[in-house]
């Protein structure tokens, strides 16, 4: 009987909408917490500009406010904890603003209309992460992506270790910087998906280690979930060692996915040594194959990467004509990345 009445429409759209409140219910407390802990941080603020010697009065006046709080709340109100309710309002305030405008705004008001207060969508857990994140630039971008992906905080630290920012941001004019701060990562054209390099941490792959090409796609087979991660937005995978036929002779695609923003194929080639012509021409057949033969009539172009250890920038450049919007050369490496590294380079780009 209790297996009947679980079979029936009934009943599943019942523990549907109870499964589904619950989630929102958590999702709201969640919300709740961290405008609660933005407000107080805000009257931390506020009060501190009553002090006459702040930097003690702060310390003082945390300490006292901590053992109260835990007194009759319990956990989390540790001064610790206070001290990042703080820095949460000091870092979220309204506009960004300076250190002196905020010192004016909590002075003239002691209550900030919810009309101006910041958006938030992430966990508490996330605004920690966050607000380690010097660079107001890369802070929005991560938060947006967050939101917009569903990132865990897992997700977030390992894409904030890969230097995700700094990968996409190199291939960018400085307007299109701007624009991930602004806005995230949008995809409208095949260069928008781009990284160089790609970051494969997750294979477990030593740097040093040898291993086939076929190594190399089975363990990316294996981890796909996390390949089509650090691919990014909008892809779907087809299919591996996909064969097509003509005159008489086979050929095999190493990855095939589809980018449902794009709307177009993406094939991408393993190469573990040094990039040659060679295989940016085989690229290029493999492309115009597609483009002929398989993509449908209100699909556009498309997109073919070659994932290499190695390459020449100049060998790709000549090798592909002027116009180019569809062929690409990655690197790709196993290990994370340093991220000084890169934002040496962007600020040498800057």
Partial sequence: MSNQI????????IAESLHAARKNTVRAVIHTMVYT???IGRMIVED???GKERAEY???????????????FGKGFSKRNLEQMRQFFLTYSIAQKSSAQLQQTVSKSSVISETHLPKFSLSWSHYLKLMRIENPD???FYEIECATNNWSL?????????ALYERLALSRDKEDIKQLARRGQIIEKPTDILKDPYV?????LPEQQRYSESDLEQALIDKLEHFLLELGKGFTFVGRQVRFTFDEKHFKVDLVFFNRLLRCFVLIDLKIGELTHQDIGQMQMYVNYYDRFVRLSDENKTAGIILCKDKNDTLVEMTLPQDNDS?????YQTILPDKKTFIALLNQQA
């Fill in 6 to 13: 679980q079979n029936k429409p009934l009943y599943k759209k």
């Fill in 327 to 331: 062929i690409f050369a990655s690197r």
């Fill in 48 to 50: 501190e500009q009553q």
């Fill in 200 to 204: 494969l941490e997750f294979l477990d």
């Fill in 138 to 140: 890369e802070r929005s």
């Fill in 37 to 39: 802990y933005y407000e």
């Fill in 154 to 162: 897992k997700e977030l630290q390992r894409q904030y270790d890969s």
């Fill in 58 to 72: 702060g310390k003082r006046v945390l300490r006292e406010l901590s053992e109260k709080l835990t007194a009759e």
